[in-house]
Antibody, heavy 121, light 111 residues
Framework: QLQLQESGPGLVKPSETLSLTCTVSGDPISSNTYYWGWIRQPPGKGLEWIGNIYYRGNTYYNPSLRSRVTISVDTSKNQFSLKMTSLTAADTAVYYC?????????????WGQGTLVTFSS | QSVLTQPPSVSGAPGQRVTIPCTGSSSNIGAGYDVHWYQQLPGTAPKLLIFGYSNRPSGVPDRFSGSKSATSASLAITGLQAEDEADYYCQSYDYSLSGYVFGTGTKVTVV
């Protein structure tokens, strides 16, 4: 069974870069049946898709975040990562990593437990 | 900004049936992209509840069902139980945004 676990700092400051890592277990991240994604949820608000990556490095980003976001994959560690720049208080959220099938019609069927990232000046 | 609209809340008594609509447009649901539903219990990560409009993953009770019309979808919960109190989100793909979109979310309360 696929399991995902987010890790990274819980507090970020202005001018810093948010860096989160998702460790995948139960299946190789190089499986050709999965895309790996990041989704966030501000406190008390709804879900927002950030972007996806395929093990070969193909990336797909939310147009509203594309200029600030980079998603990368490390197949040797079975991990994928999120980097976000130009942070503001609006980036305070629980960040989830998730896995989904490779077609646009596939759902996000495996989720990490989420990690809260707070922006603090 | 969410392009899939849901009512903020619905409520029902134990045993009743409630429905949650998810209204989209011609660039997402109306374009034929599948709708999926997620249940988020308090303090936990979302869990896939319904995929491809009406399919249930293993372990999801058949009290949960989904349907579709032209540019919208619905989640129905029959025989409402206290454990169904949660937030529910629909999700699809939008070709004009070239990305995945979630609904605004609906809080279900068992009164």
């Amino acid at each position: 069974q696929l399991q995902l676990q987010e890790s990274g700092p819980g507090l970020v400051k202005p001018s810093e870069t948010l860096s989160l890592t998702c460790t995948v277990s139960g299946d190789p991240i190089s499986s050709n049946t999965y895309y790996w994604g990041w989704i966030r949820q501000p406190p008390g608000k709804g879900l927002e898709w950030i972007g996806n990556i395929y093990y070969r490095g193909n990336t797909y980003y939310n147009p509203s975040l594309r200029s600030r976001v980079t998603i990368s994959v490390d197949t040797s560690k079975n991990q994928f990562s999120l980097k976000m720049t130009s942070l503001t208080a609006a980036d305070t959220a629980v960040y989830y990593c998730a896995g989904k099938g490779v077609t646009v019609t596939n759902p996000f069927d495996s989720w990490g437990q989420g990690t809260l990232v707070t922006f603090s000046s | 900004q969410s392009v899939l609209t849901q009512p903020p809340s619905v409520s029902g008594a134990p045993g009743q049936r409630v429905t949650i609509p998810c209204t989209g447009s011609s660039s997402n649901i109306g374009a034929g992209y599948d709708v999926h539903w997620y249940q988020q219990l308090p303090g936990t990560a979302p869990k896939l509840l319904i995929f491809g409009y009406s399919n249930r993953p293993s372990g999801v009770p058949d009290r949960f069902s989904g349907s579709k019309s032209a540019t919208s979808a619905s989640l129905a919960i029959t025989g409402l139980q206290a454990e169904d109190e949660a937030d529910y989100y629909c999700q699809s793909y939008d070709y004009s945004l070239s990305g995945y979109v979630f609904g605004t979310g609906t809080k279900v309360t068992v009164v």
